[in-house]
């Protein structure tokens, strides 16, 4: 493996890392402040990649980027108001099922509004060309800003991979939201009533806060976090009806490999999982490979031969299940959980 | 166990419906929606042994029927190749034990935990054989599935199970007996720890039962069901494909167990029934019909948590006090202002959906024998207006309704306790 190679995939691990991240600190965070689980979380992200396109045709993306994560978290606090908070007193399963239930109201809107194919949605025109690439030289390795430079052509054997400045300004979006959530959480008085409302709600509402409300806040202000991801994730892949269910499950597993309800957990969970998954994919070997080099013989004829020759890169899209169950296995509570079950 | 005539005319009454359906609907289409009922019942009841019986919600619970059709499909090809020497009708089992076998290997993680996080991992189980089918293709033979025949080896008594009707039958003995064995597990000791589990689990411990073995008792328990289910549609439909042990079908089990009521044991045969008439039926009608389904699904988790049978349940209860007859005019006007809404709302959905996908046919479509453009603001502003008023209308009557409603459960409790005074 080069050291080229090497530091895309990392980059490229980390981006999809954090993109998950801002997804699951949304989900997580409404699951240990209300014990909800959103089920419709991804849904509120595809809704935000589809908002953010609509208001990118009119007014631009900038304005997509700064508008549709409100307008989501306003309807995301709105369901929270009509619906969820109906249920509440039936139970948490109940809860989940009605966000399961929204989970299939949503993706059917969209593909009334915006049709079943997929939208074509950009990343603004600044932003579409490399940040910097990396020169592999075969006796050196440098950066350069910007397209790459000449010396890519001149040179025989020189290899030069670029790195998106989009994918860049979704990393630096990511960081920013942690930061600001962190601070938010910890450093303000809305931050200490949100955290207070959480363990002991009874006081909270005797001293004259409107629990529910600030209920109705931090779901709205989780989704409106889904709908940052959304615009951010949308823009960077596909915007699709199906991009909801890609990444649903997928969340799911990274807050409970974080353990349930822990934003550090989730963090380093989807980090971890991106930077893997990156490493994975870009591997064809397989198992039966490595268990050659420990000199054993692996032939088409070995039993369970399917399983051997299976590749790395198939194997990335099973990694977080995967993983899901071997902690569940050994460290039930998650990677920083403090509760189980 | 107290075998009563009402037990005896309730259980009589099913198989005679099982019986005699196939022979009053005679169309094949019927024959083969009757034989998915059959299927579906006995994959709703397995699936609510964990969700209104055990308290478990399962977002993957369609990996046991799944790769139960996945060895029934294999297992009935080395029977057409004369490798395996196994009447048809047994096939099922075999599906049923591997259904069984799988939920020993993969509930033992997941019934480590209740509750949401038990959701969760189902979910992520669920995703993991998913894509997994994808991944051996050897086994789930990748896109195309698995084909087979199920007119293998010798016919018995001349039953070779080419026709549907043969199929249907032998369903149907599948469905009554699994219905019954199902019930029978409600009864055991096993089925009411169960019970007891998903009341209060904290108490169940303090008893000195461990939660998590009577979960992964009653998990393997509804893969066995689950895995039948599985063989019977590979038997059903000659066919069996990765999408059988996907998330969509995990979720229809989950929504429409549901729908039918997870309260009560005969909930999950309502919901059945009402899976594969809008599998069949409503997909054929609209679109948008997952839409329909999604706000009936989220309206009845908020006002109805029971599901359909505990609503007639609570209806045969105002009934058996004799004050159903004032509430009749109610259900009437809401039925009609309900019907209203839906088909207002429908027609701006469906010309939505005809300017997507029909555009080279012009804006000019048939709706309900109306005709609409779906370009022209005078079709648009009707159908909001229509719906407008309707929604208005329903809210009201909802509400004089709810009113009515909750006096008359009033003037019941009221009853009761002066009967029971009167008896004292």
């Known amino acids: 493996m080069d050291a080229s190679y090497f530091l895309i995939s990392l980059l490229n691990g980390l981006s999809v890392g954090l993109l998950l991240f801002m997804l699951a600190s949304g989900l997580t965070l409404i699951f240990s402040m209300m014990g909800v689980l959103n089920f419709a979380h991804a849904s509120f992200y595809m809704l935000g990649a589809y908002v953010a396109y609509s208001i990118t045709q009119v007014i631009g993306f900038w304005w997509g980027l700064l508008l549709a994560p409100p307008l989501v978290g306003v309807l995301g606090a709105l369901f929270e108001r009509h619906a969820l908070r109906r249920v509440h007193k039936f139970g948490h399963v109940p809860e989940l099922l009605i966000t399961f239930g929204l989970s299939y109201i949503i993706l059917e809107l969209v593909q009334i509004i915006w049709g079943r194919q997929a939208v074509n949605f950009l990343p603004p025109e600044s932003l579409r060309g490399p940040l910097f690439t990396i020169v592999d030289l075969p006796d050196s390795l440098s950066f350069a800003w910007g397209a790459p430079p000449e010396v890519c052509k001149a040179v025989a054997g020189a290899v030069c991979t670029q790195f998106p400045a989009f994918r860049a300004f979704g990393m630096a979006v990511a960081v920013g939201m942690l930061v600001a959530i962190w601070l938010l959480l910890t450093r303000t008085r809305i931050g200490l009533v949100i955290q207070a409302a959480l363990t002991h709600p009874e006081m909270v509402e005797s001293l004259g806060?409107?629990?529910?409300?600030?209920?109705?806040?931090?779901?709205?202000?989780g989704t409106a976090l889904a709908a940052l991801a959304g615009v951010i994730g949308g823009a960077l892949r596909v915007t699709e009806p199906s991009m909801a269910l890609a990444v649903g499950a997928v969340v799911f597993a990274v807050i409970v490999i974080g353990g349930m309800g822990s934003l550090a957990g989730a963090f380093v969970a989807s980090v971890g999982l991106g930077v893997i998954e990156s490493f994975a994919v870009g591997s064809d070997r397989s198992i039966g490979d490595g268990l050659r080099a420990l000199g054993m013989a692996v032939t088409p004829d070995t039993f369970g031969y399917a399983v051997w020759a299976v590749k790395m890169s198939q194997v990335a899209a099973i990694l977080p299940y995967l993983l899901l169950v071997l902690i569940l296995i050994f460290r039930p509570k998650g990677l920083f959980g403090t509760r189980e079950g | 166990m107290n075998l009563n005539r009402g037990r005896w005319l309730v259980w009589g009454g099913y198989a005679a419906v099982m019986i005699v359906a196939p022979l009053l609907f005679t169309t094949s289409l019927s024959h083969t929606m009757l034989s998915q009922m059959g299927i579906a019942i006995i994959a709703c009841l397995a699936y609510n042994m964990l969700l209104g019986q055990g308290g478990m919600l399962s977002f993957g619970h369609a990996v046991y029927s799944g790769l139960g059709a996945f060895f029934a499909i294999h297992t009935l090809n080395l029977v057409s190749n004369g490798q395996l020497a196994l009447p048809v009708s047994l096939v099922?089992?075999?599906?049923?034990?591997?259904?069984?076998?799988?939920?020993?290997?993969?509930?033992?993680?997941?019934?480590?935990?209740?509750?949401?996080?038990?959701?969760?991992?189902?979910?992520?189980?669920?995703?993991?054989?998913?894509?997994?089918?994808?991944?051996?293709?050897?086994?789930?033979?990748?896109?195309?599935?698995?084909?087979?025949?199920?007119?293998?080896?010798?016919?018995?008594?001349?039953?070779?199970?080419?026709?549907?009707?043969?199929?249907?039958?032998?369903?149907?003995?599948?469905?009554?007996?699994?219905?019954?064995?199902?019930?029978?597990?409600?009864?055991?000791?096993?089925?009411?720890?169960?019970?007891?589990?998903?009341?209060?689990?904290?108490r169940v411990e303090f008893v000195g039962y461990s939660t998590q073995i009577v979960r992964y008792l009653a998990f393997i328990a509804s893969g066995f069901f689950m895995g039948i289910s599985g063989g019977l549609a590979a038997l059903n439909f000659e066919i069996v494909t990765a999408e059988v042990v996907s998330a969509t079908r995990s979720g229809a089990f989950l929504l429409f167990t549901f729908l039918g009521g997870a309260t009560f044991f005969f909930g999950p045969i309502i919901g059945a029934v009402l899976m594969v008439l809008a599998l069949v039926l409503l997909s054929e009608l609209t679109l948008a019909w997952l839409l329909w389904l999604g706000l009936v699904f989220t309206f009845m988790v908020m006002y109805a948590p029971g599901g359909i049978s505990s609503l007639i349940m609570m209806n045969l209860r105002v009934a058996s006090?004799?004050?159903?007859?004032?509430?009749?005019?109610?259900?009437?006007?809401?039925?009609?202002?309900?019907?209203?809404?839906?088909?207002?709302?429908?027609?701006?959905?469906?010309?939505?959906?005809?300017?997507?996908?029909?555009?080279?046919?012009?804006?000019?479509?048939?709706?309900?024998?109306?005709?609409?453009?779906?370009?022209?603001?005078?079709?648009?502003?009707?159908?909001?207006?229509?719906?407008?008023?309707?929604?208005?209308?329903?809210?009201?009557?909802?509400?004089?309704?709810a009113r009515d409603w909750n006096r008359t459960q009033e003037e019941i409790a009221a009853e009761i306790q002066r009967r029971e005074a009167a008896a004292a």
């Open chain 1, 209 to 221: 806060h409107n629990v529910p409300r600030v209920f109705m806040g931090v779901f709205g202000g």
């Open chain 2, 321 to 401: 006090f004799g004050r159903l007859k004032p509430l009749l005019p109610h259900y009437a006007a809401l039925a009609v202002v309900g019907l209203l809404v839906v088909l207002s709302a429908g027609a701006m959905i469906e010309m939505v959906y005809h300017l997507q996908l029909n555009e080279a046919l012009g804006p000019k479509m048939k709706y309900l024998g109306i005709a609409l453009d779906a370009k022209s603001a005078g079709s648009w502003l009707s159908a909001a207006l229509v719906t407008a008023v309707a929604v208005v209308a329903f809210e009201w009557l909802r509400r004089r309704f």
């Open chain 2, 92 to 202: 099922p089992l075999v599906a049923g034990f591997f259904g069984g076998l799988f939920a020993v290997l993969l509930g033992y993680v997941t019934t480590k935990k209740a509750g949401t996080p038990f959701a969760m991992i189902t979910l992520g189980v669920g995703e993991l054989v998913w894509a997994m089918s994808l991944m051996f293709p050897g086994f789930f033979g990748g896109e195309g599935g698995i084909n087979g025949n199920r007119v293998a080896g010798q016919p018995f008594l001349g039953i070779s199970f080419g026709p549907q009707i043969q199929l249907y039958y032998l369903i149907a003995a599948y469905t009554f007996v699994c219905t019954a064995l199902m019930f029978a597990f409600t009864r055991t000791p096993l089925g009411r720890m169960l019970n007891a589990v998903r009341d209060n689990p904290e």
